[in-house]
């Protein structure tokens, strides 16, 4: 499989996933990309992907600040309700709306 870079538009990255990882619930997804939810794979409770499966698209080099800042990716941790962001990030009303209501907590880092 060819790495992406960062040059790569948001259409692309968001086709290097199958249909079946995307979600419509928030509580089991594991990334926000603009109105897309990727699935955690969740089974019985228990999340069965790890963040760096997205991280691992990229050239190794490839900072997760920098896949924040050019894809606007939301990192979503629903074990302990939080959202990261990179801190030169900024995520819409709709995207900062969806996760207050299902209880998320923001975090820059």
Known sequence: MKLLTTQATTEELLQAFEPEEFTTDIT?????IDNNLIDGGFDCGIRGVDH????SLFDPSTTWEALHDTYNIIRLVPESMTALISTNQTIT???RDQLEQQGYTIEAY
């Open 93 to 95: 009303g709709t995207q």
């Open 52 to 55: 760096n499966t997205l991280k």
């Open 28 to 32: 089991e997804a594991i990334f926000m």
